[in-house]
C-alpha cells in the first residue's frame, strides 16, 4: 500500500491531523517533539463511484480503496546535521511515498512556534535539499570515476550532475523542473526530494473565512505545481468532527459550512498526486475499487486483483462508472453496445468499470 508521510515543524498540527484521518489514537500535545516514533493508520480513498455501483448492482459489500499515512517526528533547523531527532526523522521521511507537508498558519498563543507557513515550508525544504544534496555529492564522485570505463553510465551521470545543480542552488527535485529523463534515472537513489510532494497549510477559524490570502504565498513559492498542489483546511474542527458520530459529524461540519468536510478532498488530492487512480469490479458479492499505477495497460491493472490475471490476460470488457450507472445495469449496458473489448495493450482509465478474462 502507498504511503504518505506527515513532514512538519514541531506544533504544526500532524498527530492532529493523523488523528482527523484516524479518529483519534495519536497524541497531539502542544510542545515540541510530542511525536517521537512514528504513529501509522490507513484512510479510505473517498470515491462516490462505490456505493452507487453497489446500489446498481445490489452488493453485499462496499470496499475502498486505502492509503497509509505516517505521523512522523517534528523536524527543526539543522535536523540534517542531527538536530532534534536528526537522522532519526530522515529514515522515517525516507520509507514514504510521498510527503505531505503540515504547514501551520493557525495562530495561538498556548501553542509554541512559527505561525508562517511560508517560513516552514523553507526551514523544510532547507533541511530536505541539505541532505539530498550530501547524499548525492558522495554517490556522485563514485559514479563519475566508473563512467570513465563504461559510457553507458553517461547519462546517469548527466542526471546526477543536473540534480546537484538544482539542490546547490536550494530547489527541492519535486519543483526542480528536471527532464523526465534524468528523473527516472535518479529513481534508486530513494532521494528525499524527489518524491511527489504537497502542502498542507493548517487554518485556523478566521482564516477558513479567506483562505486564499493564506494560501498565495504558499502557491507561489510551490512553483507552476502549486495550485493543486497546497490545500487549506483547519485541522483542529477536522479532528474534533471526526471523533464524533457520523450524523453529528455531518451536522457540525454543516453548520461550519465545511461541507463534507476539507479532508476528503485531501485525500482524493493526495492520492491522484501520487500518480495513484482507480478502477472498479462490481457484482452482488461486492463492488469495489482498485488502486492501480496512472498509465498501466489492462494486464498491470488486472494483476493488482492476483497475479494469475496478470499472466493469463486475454482481455478487458471495460466502461466508464458514469456511462453503466447511466445504463442502469451491466446487462443494459452491453445490450446498448456501451462495453467495449479492450485488449492488452489498452491504458486503463480512472472510473473504468472492468471485467477480467483470462485463462491459466
Ligand atoms: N488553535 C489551534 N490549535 C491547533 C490546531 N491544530 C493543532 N493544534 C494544537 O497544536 C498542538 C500541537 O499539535 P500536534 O498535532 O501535536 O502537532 P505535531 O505537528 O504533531 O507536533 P510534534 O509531534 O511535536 O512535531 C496541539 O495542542 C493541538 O491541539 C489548530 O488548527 N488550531
Ligand atoms: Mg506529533
Request: aromatic letters at 6%; proline letters at 4%.
Amino acid at each position: 500500500m502507498e504511503r504518505f508521510g506527515f513532514v512538519g515543524l514541531p506544533n504544526a498540527g500532524k498527530s492532529s491531523l493523523y488523528n482527523a484521518l484516524a479518529g483519534g489514537g495519536a497524541l497531539a500535545a502542544p510542545y515540541a517533539f510530542a511525536t517521537v516514533d512514528p504513529n501509522v493508520g490507513v484512510a479510505k480513498v473517498p470515491d462516490d463511484r462505490v456505493a452507487k455501483l453497489a446500489e446498481m448492482s445490489g452488493s453485499a459489500e462496499q470496499i475502498h480503496a486505502t492509503v497509509q499515512f505516517v505521523d512522523i517526528a517534528g523536524l527543526v533547523k539543522g535536523a540534517a546535521q542531527g538536530e532534534g531527532l536528526g537522522n532519526r526523522f530522515l529514515s522515517h521521511i525516507r520509507e514514504v511515498d510521498a510527503l505531505v507537508f503540515v504547514l501551520r498558519a493557525f495562530r495561538d498563543d498556548d501553542v509554541p512556534g512559527s505561525s508562517d507557513p511560508l517560513e516552514q515550508l523553507e526551514t523544510l525544504e532547507v533541511e530536505l535539499v541539505y541532505a539530498d544534496l550530501e547524499s548525492l555529492e558522495k554517490q556522485a564522485e563514485k559514479r563519475r570515476k566508473a563512467a570513465k570505463g563504461d559510457k553507458s553510465l553517461l547519462a546517469e551521470v548527466e542526471a546526477l550532475d543536473a540534480a546537484i545543480e538544482a539542490l546547490a542552488a536550494g530547489t527541492p527535485l519535486y519543483r526542480a523542473g528536471l527532464d523526465p529523463e534524468h528523473f527516472e534515472l535518479l529513481r534508486g537513489y530513494n532521494l528525499l526530494t524527489a518524491k511527489p510532494a504537497l502542502a498542507l497549510v493548517n487554518l485556523d477559524e478566521a482564516q477558513l473565512e479567506d483562505p486564499e490570502e493564506v494560501l498565495a504565498p504558499v502557491r507561489a513559492a510551490f512553483g507552476e505545481r502549486g495550485d493543486s498542489a497546497v490545500i487549506g483546511l483547519c485541522i483542529q474542527l477536522e479532528a474534533e468532527a471526526a471523533m464524533l458520530d457520523p450524523d453529528s459529524r455531518a451536522e457540525m461540519l454543516e453548520e461550519l459550512g465545511l461541507g463534507r468536510g476539507a479532508l476528503d478532498s485531501f485525500l482524493r488530492a493526495a492520492y491522484e498526486m501520487l500518480g495513484l487512480r482507480t478502477y472498479l469490479t462490481t457484482g452482488e458479492k461486492e463492488t469495489r475499487a482498485w488502486t492501480f499505477r496512472a498509465g498501466s495497460r489492462a494486464p498491470q491493472a488486472a494483476g493488482v486483483i492476483h497475479t494469475d490475471f496478470e499472466r493469463g490476460f486475454i482481455r478487458a470488457q471495460v466502461i466508464q462508472a458514469s456511462e453503466l450507472l447511466e445504463a442502469g445495469s451491466w446487462a443494459a449496458a452491453r445490450d446498448a453496445g456501451r462495453v467495449r473489448t479492450e485488449g492488452k495493450d489498452y491504458e486503463v482509465a480512472d472510473g473504468d468499470v472492468v471485467e477480467f478474462l483470462f485463462n491459466v
